[in-house]
């Protein structure tokens, strides 16, 4: 395996993308499916979780909730949401080609339309069962954030808290988001733990919180918790101030490509904490990750930040 990772990194320093070995060429891959915005320019959603997945050597169909110019925030921007019945006929033909006997993980994040949530919620168990593998479903809640509070319609996220979170098996909210799920404010460390052991006990076996912001650590400091099954973990990186959106599906879409091929889920969210961190430097002050530049960074971080255990006794009660 190590070989395999050094001639992949070796290709991404040399042509910016990584294509698997010819051996494995023309063999079906498995496949993740996943929901999520669509933007013609810049690196959100689909469109930077498509690099990490094709960097990651897995492959990724896209089902769009929006069509987007760009990333909205900030900047004029124009498209539309995707019809919830084009969503469903799409899925159907899926279905009925039995191309979802190929998909064994799913991932979804924005959404703007609650009727998406309600395909998500069928598509899901139908996967697992047309799989045969038990397929991974992992939630990115995008709701909003402590800036700007909830980013998508009321309707949306309440559907997400009652259908989706019960429905994951990896959750991946931000603080916001975390608070906003478990009804109450997080103020300290020992509250997030366990607001996240009360979202894993609705369903989840992995809760996954980043952007831990509170007064227990300095403000220099970026700080992501994860629950999984009764172990806890943090890893803690500097903090990198960017004005580029999308930190957070790229984290969950390094996160969720790492889990499909096997990876603990220590190591994964070392490699994808460590990942995000390096894109963002990379990023500096442009408007939109810098995802091709750092290539390098997703596959094989320069700098790699350990998930440390967190004893139990240390993480609060459920």
Do not use: K
């Amino acid at each position: 395996m190590e070989a395999i990772r050094n001639r992949a990194l070796r290709q991404v320093n040399q042509t910016g993308r990584y294509r698997p070995p010819i051996s494995v060429i023309g063999i079906a891959m498995n496949v993740t499916l996943s929901f999520h915005s669509h933007v013609v320019a810049g690196h959100v959603g689909n469109a930077v979780a498509r690099h990490v997945f094709t960097l990651l050597g897995r492959e990724l169909w896209e089902v769009p909730t929006v069509v987007f110019s760009n990333h909205p925030a900030g900047r004029s921007f124009a498209g539309e949401t995707l019809a919830s019945a084009t969503m469903a006929r799409m899925l159907a033909a899926l279905r009925e080609n039995g191309l979802l006997a190929s998909v064994d993980a799913v991932l979804s994040g924005y959404l703007r339309d609650p009727d998406h949530v309600g395909i998500i919620a069928g598509v899901v168990p139908t996967v697992r069962a047309q799989s045969g593998r038990g397929a991974r479903y992992v939630c990115d809640p995008v709701l909003g954030d402590r800036a700007q509070g909830l980013y998508v319609p009321a309707a949306v996220a309440r559907s997400v808290a009652e259908t989706l979170v019960p429905l994951a098996d990896v959750l991946t909210p931000n603080h916001f988001e975390l608070e906003y799920l478990t009804g109450a404010p997080a103020a300290d460390d020992a509250a997030v733990w366990s607001a996240a052991a009360r979202l894993q006990a609705s369903g989840p076996q992995v809760v996954v919180v980043t952007s831990v912001c509170t007064g227990d650590a300095p403000d220099d400091r970026a700080r992501t918790f994860m629950l999984a099954g009764e172990n806890a973990w943090h890893v803690t990186t500097p903090l990198v101030n960017s004005p580029a959106h999308g930190a957070g599906d790229l984290l969950a879409a390094i996160l969720a490509a790492r889990l499909a091929d096997g990876t603990s889920p220590p190591e994964a969210l070392s490699l994808a904490v460590s990942g995000v961190y390096g894109v963002l430097r990379a990023t500096g002050r442009n408007p939109d990750l810098q995802v091709l530049a750092a290539a390098s960074e997703i596959v094989a971080p320069s700098q790699t930040f350990a998930a440390m255990s967190r004893p139990p006794a240390s993480r609060g009660g459920g």
